[in-house]
């Protein structure tokens, strides 16, 4: 028994000698160097001793195999790296194309570039209001903004507080539309009534106290806003409304508590929608966890420092330019076409510093307050291909509401006109 078990082993040790030789026949022969198999020089054993061997002839570490002999593939590598730095290696090896050629021009990013012409159109900019201010001096006056009559404009600002009445009113429409059923016809005539008198109301104080430009302007575009917003909470409710009668229901986002008519009507509510960077109105809305106060006040201090910049432009440039002119009817042609052509820079950057102010920063800060989610309140217009897609990216707010509430009424009554067409054709045809 013991003869039959050292036969075994002797015969097993022989196969584990013929293994181990043919993998390093194998290796020698392909000449590839494969990680799991090698590892670098180390001496474990010095860490004990307090110090780590160190090779004063030779500092350079190689790769060893598991049998404990040197890696012929570092060598390779090594002689490799040499022969790279060496005058005869070619340093010509495949045929390549200039970054600006048509064929790699799109291949690649173009932010330095980018941050070039930043650069180039910031001086250019800058040595012109330079020379401006040197030539005529600071021209801004306040008198265009704000007369002697702003601080007198005290109608304005109570027209302005008196606003909410009118969506209470609405809310209160639709209040006696759930409890006391009125009919389709009365809630559609006191809301054309409510919404009708929101916006003649401001029209009217300003006419009445001839108020300063801004003054007017501010007041005019808050009470625009009451009123699309009205619109929508009108047409909104009226088609929930008629999905309950029904018995329809419509599809909620998800991650939100949907709140389904006529749970919907309440103050509350009513209230998140008029604050709220929105002009569709829906039971419920998307939104973020908390509010980040840093973030505001720097959006905050941009906002200050771009409606500046966008002053500035309009009294150092624009309007010495429109002062300057003569009536393009009355004067020589080709003087109004330079006339409108110098106009054009100025204006681009109002109209950009003006964009930049309302639809990012004042859009972004309000909804940041409400924790207000969806902020698309804008795509990237500048990559629009035609004019009409141009109309509705860089407007999301304006076109949001068009697509959802004006296309379809717009759509129902041309789909009744039709209707009404073919009747009258068919009864003229008998």
């Known amino acids: 028994m013991p003869q039959s078990t050292s036969e075994m082993d002797s015969r097993q040790d022989g196969l584990r000698q013929r293994s181990h ?20 020089i180390t001496t474990e054993d010095s ?61 690649q990013s173009h932010a330095g570039l980018f941050n070039l012409c930043i650069v180039v159109l910031v001086a250019v900019n800058s040595r012109l209001i330079i020379e401006n ?13 704000f007369s002697s009559k702003s601080l007198r404009d005290w109608p ?11 969506p209470f009113c609405a809310f209160l429409v639709e209040k006696a539309a759930v409890h006391f059923h009125i009919s389709k016809l009365s809630i559609s005539f006191l809301h054309a009534i409510i919404t ?14 001839h108020s300063a430009v801004l003054s007017g302007l501010v007041l005019m575009i808050y009470a625009s806003t009451i009123w699309l917003k009205m619109v929508s909470y009108a047409h909104t409710n ?55 106060k840093g973030w505001v006040l720097r959006q905050l201090g941009k906002l200050i420092i771009f409606t500046g910049v966008m002053g500035f432009i309009i009294e150092q440039y624009m309007n010495p330019i429109i002062k300057n002119s003569q009536h393009p009817l009355k004067g020589n042609f080709l003087y109004a076409v330079e006339r409108v052509l110098k106009l054009s820079v ?8 003006m ?28 990559n629009a291909k035609t004019i009409e897609e141009y109309w509705r990216m860089w407007n999301m707010v304006i076109s949001s509401l068009h697509f959802r509430n004006l296309s379809e009424k717009s759509l129902e009554f041309e789909y009744t006109v039709y209707l009404f067409h073919n009747a009258v054709c068919e009864k003229n045809l008998k």
């Open 156 to 166: 304005l600002f109570m027209c302005g507080l008196t606003l909410p009445v009118f």
């Open 47 to 107: 860490h004990s001793h307090g110090h780590s061997i160190n090779n004063d002839k030779d500092t350079s570490t190689y790769d060893i195999t598991a049998n404990g002999s040197r890696d012929p593939q570092s060598t390779i590598t090594s002689s490799k790296t040499k022969h790279t730095l060496r005058p005869s290696f070619p340093a010509h090896t495949k045929p390549r194309e200039s970054p600006l050629s048509s064929d790699a021009i799109f291949k």
């Open 21 to 40: 030789s043919n993998n390093n026949d194998k290796d020698s022969g392909n000449h590839f160097h494969r990680s799991e198999s090698t590892s670098s």
């Open 196 to 209: 009708t008198a929101e916006i003649l109301c401001p029209v009217y104080v300003i006419e009445r106290c």
């Open 355 to 382: 964009f930049y102010c309302f639809f990012h920063l004042w859009l972004n800060i309000v909804a940041e307050l409400v924790r207000f989610g969806d902020r698309q309140f804008y795509k990237d217009w500048w």
């Open 346 to 353: 100025p204006t681009l950057y109002v109209w950009l510093c």
């Open 133 to 145: 201010i040197m030539k005529y001096g600071l021209l801004i006056q306040t008198g265009f903004w």
């Open 238 to 292: 009226h088609d929930l409304r008629a999905l309950t009668i029904a018995g329809e229901k419509i599809e909620a986002f998800s991650d939100s508590s949907n709140v389904e008519y006529p749970h919907n009507i309440n103050l509350r509510n009513l209230v998140y929608f008029m604050v709220a960077p929105t002009l569709c109105y829906q039971t419920s809305y998307p939104c973020t966890t908390h509010i980040r």
